[in-house]
């Protein structure tokens, strides 16, 4: 059985400071890793992918994943207030993002601080 | 807003009814899935559907039924519900499947069994 782990927190981190989330995986077949940002009472809003060991940068995300580790992480540069919400981990399978379905983590709750 | 769009919203139903959940996207997306949110949990998969056709079933109770009439339309059926079926249901679709495609979510319907 598939397990994604992640601090559920709350993380506090000051406004225009760098926020740090990180997930670990169980399933060492998988291949596709999301994050995606859920704002209370909302449904889940895709941040980011990644398929390959390394960073990938979007404007202020950026998704760092270290297979070898088992791990992946979401880098979010100068916080701002709106970016808070609670941040699911998702991984899916061997055959990509598509047919397996994804298996969340339990979410970050992330706090920027003004 | 969402260009997969769940209806409707909300919907409070009796143990007894049947009512149906509608899932529409028209990206051209060739995988639909069914997803169940608890409160302060992350979604959980019930139904994934490729190419019209139902390829995962997540040992879901016979009172939800999927239907995919077509590759833009998902239905969730429901019938004889229990009040631990509360949640939030989540629609999300893919490009393609057996690919490494990011899910994109509808904005929920929130069901409430008396």
């Known amino acids: 059985q598939k397990e994604v782990e992640q601090n559920s927190g709350p993380l506090s981190v000051p406004e225009g400071a760098i926020a740090s989330l990180n997930c670990t995986y169980s399933?060492?077949?998988?291949?596709?890793f999301f994050w995606y940002r859920q704002y209370s009472g909302k449904s889940p809003e895709l941040i980011m992918f990644i398929y390959s060991n390394g960073d990938k940068e979007d404007g202020r995300f950026t998704a760092q994943l270290n297979k070898a580790s088992q791990y992946v992480s979401l880098l979010i540069r100068d916080s701002q207030p709106s970016d808070s919400a609670t941040y699911l981990c998702?991984?899916?399978?061997?055959?990509?993002?598509?047919?397996?379905?994804?298996?969340f983590g339990k979410g970050t709750h992330l706090i920027i601080q003004p | 807003d969402t260009e997969v769009t769940q209806t409707p919203k909300h919907l409070v139903m009796g143990m007894t009814n049947k009512k149906s959940l509608k899932c529409e996207q028209h990206m051209g997306h060739r995988a639909m899935y069914w997803y169940k949110q608890k409160a302060k949990k992350p979604p959980e998969l019930m139904f994934v559907?490729?190419?019209?056709?139902?390829?995962i079933n997540e040992s879901v109770p016979s009172r939800f039924s999927p239907e995919c009439p077509n590759s833009s339309l998902l239905n969730l059926h429901l019938h004889a519900l229990q009040p631990e079926d509360s949640a939030l249901y989540l629609c999300?679709?893919?490009?393609?499947?057996?690919?490494?495609?990011?899910?994109?979510f509808g904005d929920g319907t929130r069901l409430s069994i008396l």
């Open positions: 559907y490729s190419y019209e056709k139902l390829s």
């Open positions: 399933d060492r077949g998988s291949q596709s």
């Open positions: 998702a991984v899916s399978g061997e055959s990509g993002g598509g047919a397996d379905g994804l298996t």
């Open positions: 999300a679709s893919s490009l393609l499947t057996g690919t490494n495609q990011p899910q994109h």
